[in-house]
């Protein structure tokens, strides 16, 4: 279970999220939930946030006369809901990320689509640096309202082992 309570004090819970080291195992899938639908002024506002200035992600004029029809999502802001949504079920509890790996756009998201979003582990080892935590490598994997796989990438995280995450060792 990703999402724990514990007891803080008489009548009163903590909320706490993610997994420690020893609760990954490779071959599973955890999907991610909700998913996102992203506006418009989503993409406008990540794109020039970004400094990206092509046109495809902000004018509708131009992206009229594109084989597209319409603006496209930013392929970064794509990633970045992907990881953002991953977050509670796989790197709540990371020491840090170590990379991403094999970014691939499979298929354009639009405006107004929905992001659904999915992780399978497909690694898991000791650190050899450290002995309080260990490596998990996932592959993320996200679709859209159809089931369209639109972007998968694989990411390296640093995970706390039990008894080593910061929750573990504050109020938290």
């Known amino acids: 279970m990703v999402q724990q309570a514990k007891q803080v004090g008489e009548n009163r819970f903590r909320e706490s999220f993610g997994r420690h080291y020893e609760e990954f195992h490779v071959g599973d899938i955890y999907e991610h939930r909700p998913g996102r639908t992203i506006t418009k002024t989503d993409n406008t506002w990540f794109t020039l946030l970004t400094m990206n200035t092509h046109p495809m992600h902000f004018d ?38 170590l990379g991403w790996d094999d970014i691939r756009m499979t298929h354009p998201l639009f405006e107004d689509d929905t992001l659904y979003a999915e992780s399978e582990v497909v690694e898991k080892r000791e650190s050899a640096s450290r002995p309080g935590a260990g490596i998990v490598t996932i592959k993320t994997r996200g679709y859209n309202q159809d089931g369209k796989l639109v972007c998968s990438f694989i990411r390296k995280m640093l995970i706390a082992k039990q008894g080593h995450s910061v929750e573990d060792k504050v109020n938290y």
């Open 60 to 97: 509708d004029e131009y992206a009229k006369a594109s084989e597209f029809g319409k603006c496209i999502v930013c392929s970064p802001l794509t990633v970045a809901l992907m990881v953002g949504m991953s977050v509670t079920d796989c790197s709540q509890k990371a020491i840090a990320n």
